[in-house]
């Protein structure tokens, strides 16, 4: 299944039935990726008195509550709301959902004894590229990023002046496989937050930060089209499944 894209005065060809997931999915155990010291996501049969919505348990159906943090638990795409003293929902702030996106790799380097994404790094990895959506793969790259356990670790994070580049070149949607483009601990200073949407000028409302996810070794650097697929929360963040699928 493929589709022709037009975009920019450029014509891209892409096969819809060869998506490259890189979420990480939410499951209902301690084996789930975590961070922000909250325990695992829940997912269990609801219970009501002698009810158990459970089939193995006698009922017609299986009928399951979930509890979960999006920002502790899984992939998760968030608008500006994360910061912002108003209520802003992902749900109204995201409008489209499909990008042309870049993929860069990035090894973080070592400053006053944190791991850091640099200006630098950045500037060489994207290379004079403006996409729409630009997603940052770190390394190493190891597969347990999907069980990880990052409360109390200082994740490496993206430093303040980096973020300005990145919004200054146009990205409007950011991905990383992280759990926070700021430092674990930073005093609620969230540099990186505000400085790509703009916080203290005029605030990029539309443009989006997604975190935790995942992107194998064997997918290459270089171009994408992107697929931001979101749960409709009217929070300010919630569960997401960005899909990339690969220039033809």
Not at 57 to 63: D, I, P, V
Request: aromatic share 10%; net charge negative.
């Amino acid at each position: 299944m493929k589709a022709i894209i037009h975009h920019n005065h450029k014509e891209y060809q892409i096969d819809l039935s060869e998506p490259l997931d890189i979420s990480i999915a939410i499951s209902g155990n301690d084996k789930n990726v975590n961070a922000w010291y909250v325990g695992p996501p829940k997912i269990a049969p609801h219970v009501d008195g002698n009810f158990v919505g459970a089939i193995a348990s006698g009922s017609s159906t299986n009928f399951f509550d979930i509890s979960f943090n999006p920002h502790a638990h899984g992939t998760h795409t968030e608008c500006i709301g994360h910061i912002s003293k108003e209520h802003q929902s992902i749900n109204q702030q995201l409008h489209q959902f499909f990008h042309f996106a870049e993929l860069i790799t990035i090894t973080p380097q070592e400053k006053n004894g944190d791991l850091v994404i640099t200006r630098q790094q950045v500037v060489e990895s994207m290379n004079a590229n403006r996409p729409q959506a630009l997603i940052i793969r770190t390394l190493p790259n190891s597969s347990d990023k999907l069980y990880r356990k990052y409360s109390h670790t200082n994740p490496p994070y993206i430093l303040e002046d980096a973020m300005e580049y990145i919004r200054d070149s146009g990205v409007e949607h950011l991905l990383i496989d992280l759990p926070s483009v700021d430092k674990e601990k930073d005093d609620g200073n969230l540099l990186a937050h505000k400085a790509f949407w703009n916080y203290n000028g005029k605030t990029r409302l539309r443009a989006t930060i997604t975190e935790f996810v995942y992107v194998e070794d064997a997918i290459k650097d270089g171009p994408y089209f992107l697929n931001l697929q979101i749960a409709p929360f009217e929070n300010d963040a919630s569960p997401s499944r960005p899909v990339m699928y690969k220039i033809l």
